[in-house]
């Protein structure tokens, strides 16, 4: 049987340690441990990767503490328009969803577009009754508006009218959710959801839902879920490159991830983080802000998230009261 495997993240440029009461950090680690849990569920009775990836994916759009589907950054017209996307490394089957208003869990709207088997990409008001149509949740876009959200968004807009919002913090900025696994088939599998960056202009699409650029994944090689800066992934073709140095130059997983967050992405100044997972199970989380949330499953089922560099075991975390 094949090593089973899976990681996930909350975005990296998380919150100073002191912008958080102590108690919503335990709510945020404990909704990664959920994210963890869900996915992890999946795999041990001998689930699909692509389900799993879509459960650990679903736990952080229903968080408030992750900007993905509840709790989603604001646009500049301050409005949520959010992306998402999965991929089947089996046979390279994909499907995303972007510019959407009012479907609660993107991820699983990608998902279904991917089985449709009609398109790749939905956009704006079609994404929307695409999902309707499906089946899925449909809610009232003040559904994903949280207070912290409302906060970042004045404050961005307060940087941009003093020309300060290059020196705003990453929190302040963006953020991404997404998971990677390997199930005991051997295939790979990864999702990513985001609301994008906080004061983004109206109708900008970030890294997410691109293919090989936020999301990707390809059976023997790796599958991947990028978080930071969309631009500069699009650009980089972050993830299928990553794929692309481990398949036809040889590197390793961790190796292949690291030189495109810490030397290709260097020049851009940028934050930016990932997750990934490679055909034998290796894990990496290779990050270049002061913290990435993420969390990741060992062989033996022990599950660790962490968000900035201290690691916590989930079996002694503690939990929200």
């Given at each position: 049987?094949?090593?089973?495997?899976?990681?996930?993240?909350?975005?990296?440029?998380?919150?100073?340690?002191?912008?958080?009461?102590?108690?919503?950090?335990?709510?945020?680690?404990?909704?990664?441990?959920?994210?963890?849990?869900?996915?992890?569920?999946?795999?041990?009775?001998?689930?699909?990767?692509l389900d799993a990836?879509?459960?650990?994916?679903?736990?952080?759009?229903?968080?408030?503490?992750?900007?993905?589907?509840?709790?989603?950054?604001?646009?500049?017209?301050?409005?949520?328009?959010?992306?998402?996307?999965?991929?089947?490394?089996?046979?390279?089957?994909a499907g995303s969803?972007?510019?959407?208003?009012?479907?609660?869990?993107?991820?699983?709207?990608?998902?279904?577009?991917?089985?449709?088997?009609?398109?790749?990409?939905?956009?704006?008001?079609?994404?929307?009754?695409?999902?309707?149509?499906?089946?899925?949740?449909?809610?009232?876009?003040?559904?994903?508006?949280?207070?912290?959200?409302?906060?970042?968004?004045?404050?961005?807009?307060?940087?941009?009218?003093?020309?300060?919002?290059?020196?705003?913090?990453?929190?302040?900025?963006?953020?991404?959710?997404?998971?990677?696994?390997?199930?005991?088939?051997?295939?790979?599998?990864?999702?990513?959801?985001?609301?994008?960056?906080?004061?983004?202009?109206?109708?900008?699409?970030?890294?997410?839902?691109?293919?090989?650029?936020?999301?990707?994944?390809?059976?023997?090689?790796?599958?991947?879920?990028?978080?930071?800066?969309?631009?500069?992934?699009?650009?980089?073709?972050?993830?299928?490159?990553?794929?692309?140095?481990?398949?036809?130059?040889?590197?390793?997983?961790?190796?292949?991830?690291?030189?495109?967050?810490?030397?290709?992405?260097?020049?851009?100044?940028?934050?930016?983080?990932?997750?990934?997972?490679?055909?034998?199970?290796?894990?990496?989380?290779?990050?270049?802000?002061?913290?990435?949330?993420?969390?990741?499953?060992?062989?033996?089922?022990?599950?660790?998230?962490?968000?900035?560099?201290?690691?916590?075991?989930?079996?002694?975390?503690?939990?929200?009261?």
């Open positions: 049987m094949n090593p089973t495997a899976l990681a996930i993240h909350g975005g990296c440029g998380v919150m100073a340690r002191l912008d958080l009461a102590e108690d919503e950090w335990i709510a945020a680690r404990a909704d990664l441990g959920r994210s963890l849990e869900a996915g992890w569920a999946v795999l041990t009775a001998g689930g699909s990767a990836v879509e459960a650990a994916v679903v736990v952080m759009e229903d968080s408030p503490h992750f900007n993905a589907g509840h709790g989603a950054a604001l646009n500049t017209d301050g409005e949520h328009e959010l992306d998402a996307a999965i991929m089947n490394g089996a046979d390279l089957a969803v972007t510019l959407a208003r009012r479907i609660r869990n993107p991820i699983r709207a990608a998902r279904a577009v991917m089985e449709a088997q009609e398109a790749v990409m939905l956009g704006g008001p079609a994404a929307d009754a695409f999902a309707a149509g499906a089946g899925l949740d449909i809610v009232e876009p003040s559904y994903f508006t949280t207070e912290r959200r409302v906060a970042a968004l004045s404050a961005m807009k307060r940087h941009q009218a003093a020309g300060t919002a290059a020196k705003a913090s990453e929190a302040e900025k963006h953020g991404t959710v997404g998971a990677v696994a390997l199930d005991s088939a051997g295939t790979l599998a990864a999702a990513t959801s985001t609301g994008g960056y906080t004061n983004k202009p109206a109708g900008r699409i970030g890294d997410s839902p691109i293919i090989g650029a936020g999301t990707y994944a390809r059976n023997g090689v790796c599958a991947v879920s990028g978080t930071g800066k969309g631009e500069y992934f699009i650009r980089h073709a972050v993830a299928h490159e990553i794929a692309s140095r481990m398949a036809y130059l040889g590197e390793s997983l961790e190796d292949a991830a690291s030189k495109v967050i810490h030397q290709d992405l260097k020049p851009h100044d940028i934050g930016a983080g990932l997750v990934a997972v490679g055909a034998d199970g290796a894990i990496t989380a290779p990050y270049n802000t002061d913290g990435m949330f993420r969390g990741w499953v060992l062989p033996g089922g022990r599950m660790f998230v962490a968000s900035h560099a201290e690691v916590f075991d989930l079996a002694t975390l503690p939990r929200p009261r």
